[in-house]
């Protein structure tokens, strides 16, 4: 199956909660979304589901238009964030459920639940708490048992809405790959939801960043990294995010140089030939954290902000004239607040954004 | 500010002990962060320290003074919670000036120390906004203006951060130990997020089953685990932890494990252990250059500028390696990898405990 959304718009009163979202997730693949709360989501995931209506635009399951199609005859695995556990049925029979219900009447006997319930069990650790109810769970715990109920079908469609928020960081990392091993061996599509830009980008195909309701990219994760379309999707992704620095282009010899700070930042030729119409104008240049050294002699002037010394790296927050910007360096020496430094650019393909739209030239 | 001594603390509800003979101390005008995860006995120790609980065996002490019996307003704490527990129909000003006008404060001496407050944390553009219009970032900046304008003895930190979009704790995490750090305040910091932990604490207690298991700076926790806990703990991705066999060999010693095999220097002789590694002191070569260890990568998780490769050796054991990114390595790929000798820790698979002086 192929779930494709065209133009999707969905209005709650005045507020637009979606707007001209068009995507297309593919079987076997994972299409990861993640924005900021309030960026649509869920609703994205409902929507899919046919829990709610769209306003505008059309879902399209193989080609056929699902607007006529009932929930329970879309075939869709929803994993929602509140859970929704039967509180009286123990772990295994929450899990089980799905199978039992009359829409797949015949499809499991006894021996093909048990088999299709352990096998999820056993991927999130959740074997021993089988026999649990729900009251006697941790929020964690609830939160796989949710998965679990989603995983074990056999669906058109996979909607995960944050589906490993709640769990350790070991067990998080642990089910990201197996998640994505298992997902991509199914015949069908998975929608990925997440508030963590570092979650979505490990597990996806194909990125879809949304923020207020609108697609601002789509693409593969590395491609959404490197070449961010805006300065928001340069603010959620990395870890930290990409540094975004006020200045001005200026001619420098044949080419083009990025000024700021006192500092100049040459151009690498063809990001130079394509701006060259640009020179004297107002830009920010988008520089990964890692792209950025402290030096003793050149560079621009700025003062250390705050200092996180992390073991294998530290970082080291700097205000420059009129920017704080974060350099993630090796971890070796420490930094007081206030202190004087200066700030090289080492980057090999700098972003450039417009100073006033933000989108990337 | 003060000095802030624990000696052999207790704290049971019942016969469940949550706090467990603990003894540390967090010095004038540094941060202390208390780190576990849930059920360690964090919360429990800073409730203590606040007042709010009381102090079922041993003593807390602010600069000699002992506290244990003082209710929380003779304290002079001030603390800041994970929901910022702000006064929804106040302005930023008002929600900053309430501790002073509890105290009816003259007006002038309110002005000028929240227009103080307001000016360190940034927040002088929206002195005369709702706080409910503020991002969380911002209302949590409101919540610590308030406690720093009481100037205090101590500064409470409850999981400050919990509550944020991951961009905001970035932000506010860097603030808070700016803010921390130049006005030397004595500050308390509980969080069961290690990055948080590291990132901002002077030293840090890290706690698990109301047991202390290792105080020191977060360059001695990651450099020097006291144990396997500790270990597994601090770092992320966490520490690698292999079973291995040591045997004398050749007149040297090998350290062989599921999948792999090196050449180690340790003093205790042959015997069972745990071998750690971190994930960004594992080599990732081309399976044909050969190795300590050949497997097959799992899953790659890009995460920018590095690579997390998830390995699985061919006699077993599960392997994360970090490298830098984006590296040229997908899922499918076989692979050798290094175990560097000096970068191993060793612990004693019994007590957990680590082998003195087998960590670099």
């Known amino acids: 199956m192929t779930i494709a959304v065209e133009a999707l718009g969905k209005r709650f009163g005045a507020l637009w909660a979606l707007r001209e979202v068009s995507l297309t997730a593919r079987p076997g693949a994972i299409l990861a979304v993640t924005g900021p709360s309030g960026a649509g989501k869920t609703t994205l995931c409902r929507l899919i589901a046919g829990i709610e209506t769209p306003s505008r635009g059309r879902i399209l399951g193989d080609g056929e238009d699902w607007a006529r199609r009932p929930p329970g005859r879309r075939g869709v695995a929803f994993m929602f964030e509140s859970y929704a556990l039967y509180p009286q049925l123990s772990v295994f029979e929450n899990i089980a459920s799905p199978l039992r219900s009359p829409r797949v009447r015949g499809r499991y006997d006894e021996a093909a639940i048990a088999e299709r319930v352990a096998e999820v069990l056993a991927l999130t650790e959740m074997t021993a708490l089988a026999e649990r109810l729900p009251g006697a769970l941790s929020g964690g715990q609830k939160q796989r048992v949710a998965l679990c109920r989603t995983l074990v079908q056999e669906p058109s469609v996979t909607l995960l809405d944050e589906p490993i928020a709640h769990l350790d960081a070991k067990l998080r990392h642990w089910l990201r790959g197996e998640l994505r091993r298992r997902q991509t061996a199914a015949p069908v599509p998975t929608v990925w939801c997440t508030p963590d830009a570092l979650e979505a980008m490990s597990v996806a195909d194909t990125l879809v960043v949304l923020i207020e309701g609108r697609v601002q990219q789509i693409g593969t994760p590395e491609e959404v990294y490197r070449r961010p379309a805006n300065v928001r999707v340069a603010r959620l992704i990395g870890d930290p995010a990409m540094n975004l620095i006020s200045g001005a282009l200026e001619g420098a010899g044949d080419g083009l140089a990025f000024r700021f700070a006192g500092a100049r930042v040459p151009l690498p030729g063809a990001l130079a030939a394509r701006l060259a119409a640009r020179a004297g104008g107002a830009v920010v240049l988008g520089v990964r954290p890692n792209e950025l050294a402290l030096a003793d002699d050149a560079g621009a002037r700025g003062e250390v902000y705050a200092f996180e010394p992390f073991g294998k790296y530290s970082i080291i927050t700097v205000r420059l004239a009129g920017d704080v910007i974060k350099v993630k360096a090796p971890p070796v020496r420490s930094f007081r607040p206030g202190e004087p430094v200066r700030v090289a650019v080492r980057a090999e393909a700098p972003v450039v954004f417009d100073a006033a739209s933000g989108a990337r030239l | ?360």
Not at chain 2, 139 to 161: H, K, M, N, S, T
Not at chain 2, 217 to 244: H, K, Q, W
């Open chain 2, 1 to 360: 500010m003060a000095r802030v001594d624990l000696a052999a603390v207790w704290k049971l509800y019942g016969a469940v002990e949550a706090v467990r003979d603990l003894t540390l101390a967090c010095a004038d005008g540094t941060m202390l962060a208390l780190l576990g995860p849930s059920g360690c006995g964090k919360s429990s120790t800073l409730k203590m320290i606040a007042g709010i609980e009381a102090v079922s065996r041993g003593d807390i002490r602010f600069d000699d003074r002992s506290v244990s019996a003082l209710a929380p307003g003779a304290r002079n704490i001030a603390m800041v919670f994970e929901d910022y527990a702000l006064y929804p129909h106040l302005s930023v000003f008002e929600n900053v000036a309430f501790p002073l006008r509890l105290r009816r404060a003259p007006a002038a001496e309110v002005a000028r120390r929240v227009g103080d407050a307001l000016d360190l944390l940034g927040l002088a553009e929206v002195r005369d906004d709702n706080v409910r219009r503020l991002s969380g970032g911002a209302q949590q900046r409101v919540a610590i203006g308030r406690a720093l304008v009481r100037e205090p003895a101590v500064v409470l930190f409850d999981e400050p951060l919990s509550h944020l979009d991951a961009d905001q704790k970035i932000q506010l995490r860097a603030e808070i130990k700016r803010l921390q750090t130049m006005n030397r305040l004595t500050s308390i910091l509980v969080t069961h997020d290690q990055t948080e932990a590291i990132a901002m604490a002077d030293r840090v207690a890290v706690l698990n089953l109301g047991v202390l298991q290792q105080l020191g700076t977060p360059d001695e926790l990651y450099a020097r685990p006291a144990n396997l806990f500790v270990a597994g703990f601090i770092g992320e991705p966490p520490m690698n932890l292999l079973a291995a066999e040591a045997a004398a060999e050749n007149g040297g010693c090998v350290l062989r494990g599921a999948g792999w095999r090196i050449a180690a220097t340790m003093g205790d002789g042959p015997g069972r252990v745990i071998a750690g590694i971190r994930p960004e002191d594992v080599g990732v070569t081309a399976a044909d250059a050969g190795g300590d260890a050949l497997g097959t990568v799992f899953f790659r998780e890009p995460r920018g500028d590095a690579d997390v490769l998830v390995v699985d050796l061919d006699d077993g054991a599960r392997v994360v390696a970090e490298v830098a990114g984006p590296s040229p390595w997908r899922a499918g790929d076989r692979v050798a990898l290094a175990f560097p000798p000096a970068r191993l820790h060793l612990f004693d698979p019994e007590s957990g405990r680590a082998y003195a002086g087998a960590a670099p």
